[in-house]
Structure formats: structure tokens, C-alpha cells
């Protein structure tokens, strides 16, 4: 039985799981989903999360919620290569382990310098410099601890062992998201850069095609706010 997907490829962890469906070989249906036009708002897609978020996997009449938990579940129940969500129960808590610490970490300081840096002024029309000072020096410092402990100062191909899981996806799918707030996290990274190129190898064709409407409005807007940021810049069209 296919699996439906929806998703809004605009979010990070919509991207992941979309990604991991491609990548294992998961037998899937994506349904695209957007926010912004009120999708997750219907009566419809609140029966399959209260919380009208993105992403939710469908699988009969079984709904899930939570892209960590949607990866364990189709893991276990879609026959996958054992790398990306190892069995045996020491290499699988290493994965966990990362998946846990992600949530306040690559996931929450990725975002939050997004949302400072290009969200919240091109919906506001504000702002805020030293809001997005103050979430550059968090993502900053936490894309040290990624390389000095996850990749081991460059020693680890991978956050776990030597293949690459479903902690990689989302790693470099949150990695993803400040290029469309014109920042690079490979600059000046020898470490994350090389990690990020291999990781994305592997995955592709499907990273780049999942990751395709990221890349257009990385390119179409290269972290400007027109009108906003820089002051008087009208290169891009809202």
C-alpha cells in the first residue's frame, strides 16, 4: 500500500521525510500541501492533525504526526535499508540521540535565523537588527558544535557511524534553510561543506528535486526583503 505524504515543501522536515520516502525506495504519494493558502486549515486535514501543521503520512486509515516519528514508523514498517534507522538497539540510539538533540538545536536555531533574517520581515515589513544578530550568533555557535561534535571535527563522514541515516536528511534539510535567507552555511566551513556535499550525493536526484522551490527562492530573492532589506533594494519582486 502506498503511503500519502502531505507536505509543504517549503518546510524543513516535510522535505526530509519526502526525501526518505524517495531515497529507501518507500512506495509514496506526495500531497502537496501549502500553508500559506490555508491547506492545513480545513476540517479535512485537521481530522489527521489537530495541530494543522505539516508534515503527516497517511498509511490506510493510520495518520501520524511528527517527522521524527514518522521516520521510526516507516523504518520499521516499510522494510528499508537497515543504515538509515539502524536495528541493532546501540547504533540506533546514536541516531536518536541525534534526532533528540536536533529539536533545540540544527532544527530550532536554523529556523529561527530564517524567520529572523527574510520570514518575518517580508510578512511584517519589519526589521529587527539586533533580533537577527542575536539568532546569527545562536545558529553560528550551534554549526560549530554540529562540526566539532557530530562530524568530529571532520573525522565522521556522517552524524552516525559510516553511512548515512535518516539523522543526515534532516541535518542537511534544516541546513538547508538559511540560503533562502542569503546566508551559506558552508562558508568558511571546510567541515560542513565537504559533509554537506557528500550527504547530498547520496541523496540526490531526489535532494535537489524536493529541494527545488528552496533553491528558487534562494535564487530569486538571495536573502533581500524588497523594500525592506537592504533599505531601497528593489532587485526582487514580491
Same mark, same amino acid.
Given at each position: 500500500?502506498?503511503?500519502?505524504?502531505?507536505?509543504?515543501?517549503?518546510?524543513?522536515?516535510?522535505?526530509?521525510?519526502?526525501?526518505? #520516502?524517495?531515497?529507501?525506495?518507500?512506495?509514496?504519494?506526495?500531497?502537496?500541501?501549502?500553508?500559506?493558502?490555508?491547506? !492545513?486549515? !480545513?476540517? *479535512?486535514?485537521?481530522?489527521?492533525?489537530?495541530?494543522?501543521?505539516?508534515?503527516?503520512?497517511?498509511?490506510?486509515?493510520?495518520?501520524?504526526?511528527? /517527522?521524527?516519528?514518522?521516520?521510526?514508523?516507516?523504518?520499521? *514498517?516499510?522494510?528499508?535499508?537497515?543504515?538509515?534507522? +539502524?536495528?541493532?538497539?546501540?547504533?540506533?540510539?546514536?541516531?536518536?540521540?541525534? &534526532?533528540?538533540?536536533?529539536?533545540?538545536?540544527?532544527?530550532?536555531? #536554523?529556523? =529561527?535565523?530564517?524567520?529572523?533574517?527574510?520570514?518575518?520581515?517580508?510578512? !511584517?515589513?519589519?526589521?529587527?537588527?539586533?533580533?537577527?544578530?542575536?539568532?546569527?550568533? /545562536?545558529?553560528?555557535?550551534?554549526?560549530?558544535?554540529?562540526?566539532?561534535?557530530? $562530524?568530529?571535527?571532520?573525522?565522521?563522514?556522517?552524524?552516525? =557511524?559510516?553511512?548515512?541515516? %535518516?539523522?543526515?536528511? $534532516?541535518?542537511?534539510? *534544516?541546513?538547508?534553510?538559511?540560503?533562502?535567507? @542569503?546566508?551559506?552555511? !558552508?562558508?568558511?566551513? *571546510?567541515?560542513? @561543506?565537504?559533509?554537506?556535499?557528500?550527504?547530498?550525493?547520496? &541523496?540526490?536526484?531526489?535532494?535537489?528535486?524536493? /529541494?527545488?522551490?528552496?533553491?528558487?527562492?534562494?535564487?530569486?530573492?538571495?536573502?533581500?526583503? +524588497?523594500? %525592506?532589506?537592504?533599505?531601497?533594494? /528593489?532587485?526582487?519582486?514580491?
Amino acid at each position: 500500500m502506498s503511503v500519502k505524504v502531505f507536505a509543504d515543501l517549503m518546510s524543513q522536515p516535510a522535505r526530509a521525510v519526502v526525501i526518505f #520516502c524517495r531515497a529507501a525506495g518507500i512506495p509514496h504519494e506526495h500531497v502537496n500541501v501549502r500553508i500559506t493558502a490555508g491547506d !492545513t486549515k !480545513t476540517e *479535512e486535514y485537521a481530522k489527521m492533525n489537530p495541530f494543522m501543521k505539516v508534515p503527516v503520512i497517511k498509511d490506510g486509515d493510520f495518520a501520524l504526526t511528527e /517527522s521524527v516519528a514518522m521516520f521510526r514508523y516507516l523504518a520499521r *514498517e516499510k522494510g528499508v535499508a537497515d543504515h538509515w534507522y +539502524p536495528n541493532d538497539s546501540k547504533a540506533q540510539a546514536r541516531v536518536d540521540e541525534y &534526532l533528540e538533540w536536533q529539536h533545540l538545536n540544527t532544527r530550532m536555531m #536554523c529556523a =529561527g535565523y530564517f524567520l529572523q533574517r527574510w520570514l518575518i520581515p517580508m510578512t !511584517t515589513r519589519k526589521f529587527d537588527e539586533k533580533k537577527v544578530a542575536g539568532a546569527k550568533k /545562536s545558529m553560528e555557535a550551534c554549526l560549530d558544535d554540529f562540526e566539532r561534535v557530530w $562530524l568530529g571535527g571532520g573525522k565522521n563522514n556522517y552524524v552516525v =557511524g559510516d553511512k548515512i541515516s %535518516v539523522a543526515d536528511i $534532516l541535518a542537511a534539510c *534544516e541546513m538547508e534553510q538559511p540560503s533562502m535567507a @542569503g546566508y551559506d552555511v !558552508t562558508q568558511g566551513r *571546510e567541515v560542513l @561543506g565537504e559533509y554537506l556535499r557528500r550527504v547530498k550525493g547520496e &541523496l540526490n536526484p531526489h535532494y535537489d528535486e524536493v /529541494s527545488d522551490v528552496v533553491y528558487k527562492m534562494r535564487d530569486k530573492f538571495g536573502g533581500t526583503v +524588497p523594500g %525592506v532589506y537592504p533599505l531601497g533594494d /528593489s532587485k526582487a519582486k514580491l
